[in-house]
């Protein structure tokens, strides 16, 4: 790779531009009302399975992007994955057949889950040094700025007719073009014939890399209830302006962005309380949403709660990468995704779970339920604090990229 093209602006926006879509898989959370009413036929665990659908195909083409790079390449892999998110995201807009519907998330997962790891290791090899540092930085802020976008367009589009709420997948069409113009093949068989002369060793994973695999997927089971509880919250509360929604959910994923901007910054001083914190965050933000009977405190709730929900998923890699076995980072991270993604298909079963058990089904007591864990979390890490000591941010880096 010589150094004429990848310092040319196109070549640098179109290598980003796949990060644009990347997060936007729950950006259509404001549609599950009127979705409700369209497969009335269905029940309203299945309707909210629509949104987390596509997470269970983005944790199994995640794990399986590596070998499809190996067979076709790195550039037909992610373009190959833009085309299968295009065409899997805006199929809603033109179905009322629920079965037709779900397999079109699926097949959206599968595009998302094959560029996901790329958008990251590409600016790992085609940058070092403060270059690649700076890249990652906006790479990190274009895939929250994407989620920002979409879910505020689909919340505005969803007042009309949900279906075009899904045009915001045609984002793909966008980013497919520039890449397929601007980035080249990238040379993988020298790295192959490197790492077959300097093996790595056996990858293994530990009791800890477990637990919080678990818990994130615990996590993630309670959190996606903000995605696909919120709507029908408004209506249950009887809240004035429910078409303000879309806006209320961009906002927290604006303040998502910003501090996770500062994430760095913010860690010097949490240190190793910024779990307990983060957890505190989420319970309390949680809670205050249950008791919301406005939109104007529901959406001061919603940018609470994006203050932990920012923070917790980085340390809570970054700790899993710490206290991984020696040379193990790439896998322990890879098992904490399955179980972020899993949690995050799985959410609508345990939510309905958690109201079949204590016999409410309202979507406030999933909020008050869910903030109850997430405040016992916070307990629980502040007592196992000592024990989540982060390694200092260039080491953590360091096994960041080995992703």
């Not at 995704?337 to 089904?361: C, D, K, Q, R």
């Not at 196992?384 to 880096?397: G, N």
Request: aromatic share 12%; with cysteine; net charge neutral.
């Amino acid at each position: 790779m010589g150094n004429t093209y990848k310092n040319q602006p196109m070549f640098k926006i179109a290598l980003l531009s796949i990060s644009l879509i990347l997060t936007s898989s729950g950006a259509i959370a404001s549609t599950v009302l009127k979705m409700q009413e369209t497969f009335a036929g269905y029940s309203s665990t299945s309707v909210e399975a629509l949104v987390t659908a596509s997470n269970i195909t983005v944790m199994i083409f995640v794990l399986l992007s590596s070998f499809i790079v190996r067979l076709i390449g790195t550039k037909k892999t992610v373009l190959l994955g833009l085309v299968l998110a295009g065409i899997g995201g805006v199929v809603p807009m033109f179905s009322t057949n629920y079965e037709v519907v779900y397999v079109s998330r699926l097949v959206l997962g599968a595009g998302l889950g094959m560029f996901n790891s790329l958008a990251v290791s590409l600016i790992n090899e085609f940058y070092t040094g403060d270059t690649r540092s700076k890249m990652l930085g906006y790479q990190s802020a274009v895939q929250s700025l994407g989620q920002t976008v979409t879910t505020f367009i689909a919340g505005i589009l969803v007042n009309y007719n949900w279906h075009y709420s899904y045009v915001i997948y045609a984002l793909a069409l966008v980013s497919f073009v520039l890449y397929m113009i601007y980035v080249p093949e990238t040379e993988d068989k020298q790295e192959s014939k490197e790492e077959v002369k300097e093996p790595r060793g056996k990858q293994t994973i530990n009791a800890f890399v477990i637990i919080q695999s678990l818990v994130l997927l615990i996590s993630f089971g309670l959190l996606m209830a903000m995605s696909i509880k919120s709507a029908s919250l408004v209506v249950e509360k009887n809240m004035a302006n429910p078409e303000f929604l879309g806006t209320a959910l961009s906002l927290n994923t604006l303040v998502g962005f910003i501090f996770s901007f500062f994430y760095g910054n913010i860690v010097k001083y949490t240190k190793n309380y910024t779990l307990p914190i983060c957890y505190a965050f989420l319970g309390i933000g949680f809670l205050l949403i249950s008791y919301s009977t406005n939109m104007v405190f529901f959406t001061g709730s919603l940018m609470f709660l994006g203050v932990g929900s920012a923070m917790f998923l980085p340390y809570s890699f970054g700790i899993i990468m710490e206290k991984a076995p020696k040379n193990s980072a790439t896998l322990a991270v890879s098992i904490s995704m399955v179980g972020t993604n899993l949690g995050a298909y799985l959410s609508p079963y345990i939510l309905n779970f958690i109201g079949n058990v204590f016999n409410n089904p309202t979507s406030s007591f999933a909020f008050s339920s869910s903030a109850v864990i997430f405040l016992i979390l916070a307990a629980i890490y502040i007592v196992f604090a000592k024990f989540m000591v982060l390694a200092p941010a260039e080491e953590v880096e360091i096994a960041t990229n080995e992703l």
